[in-house]
């Protein structure tokens, strides 16, 4: 495999201090420096060398794992290198052996083991996530050449991208047996990584053609080229990571509100099996009715709206849906529901607090809302789901 500097590997998303703004910062491994690099999320700007040393050697696949730490596959050091989330400070070599050769992406699983890309024996390695130590083969067959990008699905299956194949390979999440090809075609060519991004769609790094592509998550329909350009060079193995923030759990389910704006505010729901979350939001329109409006039930300036959507770590983004027509308490008329009406992420800092992101492009409507839970009794048990 001819490798050269491999330009995006991994977006860490973390929050700035200020209650209001959200700093992003982007890791990229340097392939042929050996190191990795971090740059601003916002402005591209170089800040530093975050982490390198520890015999790593050809970086290619990060993840950021709940433990706060960095793990970092070495390609010519067939090696999985573990450092430290916050400082980039070398710990250990977490793992390797157990045929593990030209490492690539690696991925925790459900079960905390850490899944591994292995390019020259087309397979797919699980060792202990807590020790390091090898456990088996988990995948391989099915046509696979090459495995070098993977992720779990929203559905728990393992998706394998085959460098040498084009194509995006599916096999059971607990068995590893090989299912179906799950994407072909559509201009792919090299997959060098893929990710289920937090909008629930499928992104893939095409090595060969410089560009990054998504694909419908659910029909698999190609939707677009989603990024290339700006001197991108053979991308590789791009992964949203949460390294500050709470992970998200129903230890968030509750109503949250903004103390500058009583009489508004919204209900969380997450549905942690899903990997999903709904919300109610209660608010008011953007201008007050004038006097002579009255309404039968309420006051006429009430609004509301529902999102739901896909979450990742510590971020949802989820679709806004209108509902409107209907009469209290009545099936007749039957209310007409409006997808796509806008989007709503929401990003947890901690068990108190969160900030939600709007935009409704049809209105020209977007900004920011801080929020706090309404009553505290569920932030100890939020606290104690987090670090499970």
């Given at each position: 495999m001819n490798m050269k500097t491999i330009i995006i590997s991994t977006?860490?998303?973390?929050?700035?201090?200020?209650?209001?703004?959200?700093?992003?910062?982007?890791?990229?491994?340097?392939?042929?420096?050996?190191?990795?690099?971090?740059?601003?999320?916002l402005t591209g700007d170089f800040i530093d060398v975050f982490a390198s040393g520890g015999g790593l050697n050809g970086p290619l696949g990060m993840v950021c794992h709940t433990d706060g730490?960095?793990?970092?596959?070495?390609?010519?050091?067939?090696?999985?290198?573990?450092?430290?989330?916050?400082?980039?400070?070398?710990?250990?070599?977490f793992a390797s052996g157990g045929g593990l050769s030209e490492t690539e992406d690696l991925?925790?699983?459900?079960?905390?083991?850490?899944?591994?890309?292995?390019f020259s024996n087309d397979q797919v390695i699980r060792y202990d996530g807590t020790t390091g130590a090898f456990i088996d083969v988990f995948a391989s067959g099915g046509g696979l050449n090459g495995?070098?990008?993977?992720?779990?699905?929203?559905?728990?299956?393992?998706?394998?991208?085959?460098?040498?194949?084009n194509q995006v390979h599916r096999f059971d999440g607990a068995t590893g047996e090989f299912i179906d090809i799950f994407a072909s075609g559509s201009?792919?060519?090299?997959?060098?990584?893929?990710?289920?991004g937090p909008?629930?769609?499928?992104?893939?790094?095409?090595?060969?053609?410089?560009?990054?592509?998504?694909?419908?998550?659910?029909?698999?329909?190609f939707m677009e080229v989603f990024a290339s350009g700006g001197g991108l060079n053979v991308p590789a193995n791009p992964v949203f990571c949460t390294t500050s923030g709470v992970r998200i759990t129903a230890g968030m389910n509750d109503a949250w509100f903004n103390a500058a704006t009583a009489g508004q505010g919204l209900f969380?729901?997450?549905?942690?099996?899903?990997?999903?979350?709904?919300?109610?939001?209660?608010?008011?329109?953007?201008e007050r009715p004038p006097a002579n409006v009255t309404a039968v039930l309420g006051e006429p300036g009430h609004r509301w709206f529902t999102a739901f959507g896909p979450f990742l770590g510590y971020v949802a983004i989820l679709d806004v849906e209108l509902t409107e027509g209907g009469i209290f308490n009545s099936a007749s008329p039957s209310p007409v529901q409006t997808p796509n009406y806008g989007t709503v992420t929401v990003i947890f800092i901690d068990c108190n607090a969160l900030i939600l992101s709007y935009e409704f492009p049809m209105l020209g409507l977007s900004g920011e809302i801080p929020m706090t839970r309404i009553a505290g009794d569920n932030i100890a048990r939020c606290e104690q789901l987090a670090v499970q």
């Open positions: 977006l860490l998303t973390t929050l700035a201090i200020a209650p209001n703004a959200i700093a992003l910062e982007l890791l990229v491994s340097s392939f042929d420096g050996d190191e990795i690099l971090r740059y601003d999320g730490n960095l793990y970092v596959g070495g390609f010519n050091s067939d090696q999985v290198h573990r450092f430290d989330g916050r400082t980039g400070e070398f710990i250990d070599v991925q925790f699983g459900s079960d905390g083991h850490l899944y591994v890309a292995s495995p070098a990008g993977m992720q779990f699905g929203p559905d728990g299956n393992l998706y394998v991208g085959g460098f040498n194949s201009g792919l060519d090299g997959i060098e990584g893929i990710l289920f909008d629930g769609n499928l992104y893939v790094a095409n090595f060969r053609t410089d560009t990054v592509l998504r694909f419908n998550g659910t029909t698999v329909a969380v729901t997450v549905f942690p099996d899903l990997r999903a979350m709904f919300i109610a939001m209660f608010t008011y329109d953007t």
